[in-house]
Nanobody, 124 residues
């Protein structure tokens, strides 16, 4: 069982930056791929970024590529999402997720554990 607790959401102006963090419990964190997803009001949840077990392989949605960076610290059992050049379209509830697969994956059904998600609001 893995429990995920996110932090770092909030309100930011367009063009600004935020850093989300996700702390995981459990002894096998380093064997899980991790991902970030987001869901805006009235929309389906969508993939944002993923990172493989070692941190060497990452994957991003086209909408955030070049602006967001996912990273992990296996010693601390944390995964982070650095978000730069934010725009109002990035306004969503962001959730981190853990996959029992080791490889980075954008498919939601590959993830078995989910956090509650901090809201991120970007004002224009």
């Amino acid at each position: 069982q893995v429990q995920l607790v996110e932090s770092g959401g909030g309100l930011v102006q367009a063009g600004g930056s935020l850093r989300l963090s996700c702390a995981a419990s459990g002894r096998t964190f380093s064997s899980y791929a991790m991902g970030w997803f987001r869901q805006a009001p009235g929309k389906e949840r969508e993939f944002v970024a993923a990172i493989n077990w070692s941190g060497r392989v990452t994957s991003y949605a086209d909408s955030v590529k070049g602006r967001f960076t996912i990273s992990r610290d296996n010693a601390e059992s944390t995964v982070s999402l650095q978000m730069n050049s934010l725009n109002p379209q990035d306004t969503s509830v962001y959730s981190c997720a853990a996959s029992t697969f080791a490889r980075a994956t954008s498919r939601q059904y590959d993830y078995s554990y989910w956090g509650q998600g901090p809201p991120v609001t970007v004002s224009s």
